[in-house]
């Protein structure tokens, strides 16, 4: 098939596409994580999936409201030749390629500035103080996060010229795997070693989530490994010690964590927290409360 004529049709379901992906995957995964557990206890999902469902529900309307996306940007550069590929321009294959591939470092990009920006930190803590990780955990994001990593995106996209084409699949492709790499799922060890030098892995991404900090600083990618590798921020931990990580943040092991409410103000508290002890946002530590 053509690339316009793939990209024709893929434009015009898109959209559709991108929500089968995400709850396709959540569905499916959802029931395998119970078959095939990773967690030596199984997460509480009667406790937690309110909220992190409820999040979720608030992030689809937030996401509904924003006026435009990483495809606008596109469109924008493809139209004007704006941006690095557009300017060396390479063939389709090579463009499609390129075009995915920049997309998962500006994904991967974003996410280490949420982590060492500590007025960033603050909002994305919020995903981070899960204390068990299954596929809930997916969707478990303060809907500021979205807010603050739009105009990133979008001038990242304009930059790099990536092509219209390539935005779509990868927002297909980042669904189904934003739900993957959460799963509460025990893959057999060498499976799992092996997807991780091409895919970020349930495995891997576990790891991010650890209550260590070294550890929760490291396997930033959403769906390509090869950043971690190359900037060598990848991490392995034996199967075992996978099984029995310590997730969440150590500064938030209550029943706040599966507070609706207290998710949504948390970036506040953690403000009001660093004013009250004279710690300035820009430097505040980044596990303090």
């Known amino acids: 098939m053509p690339w316009a004529t793939l990209e024709t049709t893929l434009r015009a379901d898109g959209e559709v596409l991108q929500y089968a992906a995400f709850f396709g995957a959540l569905a499916a995964l959802a029931a395998l994580e119970t078959l095939w557990p990773r967690g030596a206890d199984a997460p509480a999902r009667r406790r937690r999936w309110p909220a992190n469902f409820g999040l979720t529900l608030i992030n689809i309307v937030v996401l509904g409201a924003l006026p435009i996306g990483a495809l606008a940007a596109a469109d924008w550069a493809q139209m004007h030749g704006w941006g690095l590929l557009h300017a060396i321009a390479p063939d389709g294959a090579v463009a499609f390629a390129l075009g995915l591939l920049l997309r998962s470092l500006v994904g991967y990009a974003t996410h280490v500035a949420m982590h060492k920006i500590p007025l960033l930190w603050r909002?994305?803590?919020?995903?981070?103080?899960?204390?068990?990780?299954?596929?809930?955990?997916?969707?478990?994001?303060?809907?500021?996060?979205?807010?603050?990593?739009?105009?990133?995106?979008?001038?990242?996209?304009?930059?790099?010229?990536?092509?219209?084409?390539?935005?779509?699949?990868?927002?297909?492709?980042?669904?189904?795997?934003?739900?993957?790499?959460?799963?509460?799922?025990?893959?057999?060890?060498?499976?799992?070693?092996?997807?991780?030098?091409?895919?970020?892995?349930?495995?891997?991404?576990?790891?991010?989530?650890?209550?260590?900090?070294?550890?929760?600083?490291?396997?930033?990618?959403?769906?390509?490994?090869?950043?971690?590798?190359?900037?060598?921020?990848?991490?392995?931990?034996?199967?075992?010690?996978?099984?029995?990580?310590?997730?969440?943040?150590?500064?938030?092991?209550?029943?706040?964590?599966?507070?609706?409410?207290?998710?949504?103000?948390?970036?506040?508290?953690?403000?009001?927290?660093?004013?009250?002890?004279?710690?300035?946002?820009?430097?505040?530590?980044?596990?303090r409360p």
Not at 210 to 239: I, K, M
Request: glycine letters at 4%; one cysteine or more.
């Open 123 to 287: 909002v994305h803590r919020v995903h981070h103080a899960d204390r068990a990780f299954d596929v809930s955990t997916t969707v478990r994001f303060h809907p500021l996060e979205f807010v603050i990593a739009l105009p990133i995106l979008l001038a990242a996209v304009a930059m790099l010229g990536i092509s219209p084409l390539a935005i779509i699949v990868y927002e297909i492709f980042d669904a189904a795997m934003a739900v993957w790499t959460h799963a509460n799922l025990r893959l057999p060890a060498r499976l799992s070693r092996a997807l991780s030098f091409v895919l970020v892995t349930p495995d891997m991404h576990r790891i991010h989530h650890s209550a260590h900090q070294p550890e929760t600083d490291s396997n930033y990618g959403a769906t390509f490994s090869v950043w971690d590798r190359l900037f060598r921020t990848f991490r392995e931990a034996a199967p075992d010690r996978l099984s029995k990580l310590t997730l969440g943040l150590e500064t938030c092991r209550d029943g706040r964590a599966e507070s609706l409410p207290w998710l949504l103000t948390m970036p506040w508290r953690a403000l009001a927290t660093a004013r009250a002890t004279g710690i300035s946002a820009a430097s505040g530590a980044r596990n």
